[in-house]
């Protein structure tokens, strides 16, 4: 950062572009408590008062966009989104102005998330915006990690050219040494296969 007595220029991509083929409906329009989970979650991120909050859409675009109204964000259409989330991220950093200072890259179907988990997870990242903070988690006995993830603003030009077939994880395998764990432990609850779906519906 130029001024060290600003905040953070922190902007988020909110990937709800896939068609969610093993749960066969698409997990950003489930509802939880009557609202959609897109909705749910960029009302989350919309609290942390980022720059700019941009909502990648492909499958189901204009029904995603419909659960949206009233929202202060952006929707981005990703011409792609059969390549996966990886190609939905791109889009959204390639639609992202230059001079961040941090990304962060969000999925909309951990329905478990809360608002403070997020917030305890991006003032963390504030006191050392240089470098990529991955959420982390138990599956059993094993420690696991995925969304959400914060990169500083100078990778930002690697996620518009990273290979859309493998997602953001290659960035964050190549860039170990600057990589810390935030202890999420919510985001462990996510919607993949129908039997999930009973355990919020």
């Not at 600003?6 to 698409?26: F, N, Q, V």
């Not at 996966?84 to 639609?95: K, L, P, T, Y």
Request: hydrophobic share 45%; charged share 25%; glycine share 8%.
């Amino acid at each position: 950062m130029s001024d060290s007595n600003r905040e953070p220029r922190l902007a988020a991509i909110l990937l709800a572009a896939g068609p969610s083929t093993r749960l066969g409906y698409p997990k950003q329009l489930v509802r939880v408590e009557g609202e959609a989970l897109v909705r749910r979650t960029a009302r989350l991120l919309l609290d942390l008062e980022p720059e700019a909050l941009l909502v990648i859409s492909g499958h189901e675009s204009e029904k995603v966009g419909s659960e949206l109204g009233g929202l202060k964000l952006e929707m981005v259409y990703n011409h792609d989104w059969k390549q996966g989330m990886g190609g939905s991220i791109v889009a959204g950093a390639r639609a992202l102005p230059e001079g961040l200072d941090g990304i962060l890259v969000m999925v909309c179907d951990q329905w478990r998330l809360e608002a403070g988990e997020l917030q305890s997870m991006v003032e963390a990242w504030c006191s050392n915006p240089e470098r990529i903070r991955v959420a982390n988690w138990k599956e059993g006995a094993a420690l696991v990690s995925g969304p959400p993830v914060i990169f500083p603003g100078r990778l930002l030009r690697d996620l518009r050219a990273m290979d859309k077939h493998r997602g953001a994880r290659q960035l964050i395998d190549s860039n170990m040494d600057i990589v810390d764990f935030a202890e999420v432990p919510s985001a462990a609850w996510d919607l993949d296969r129908p039997e999930d779906l009973k355990l919020i519906l």
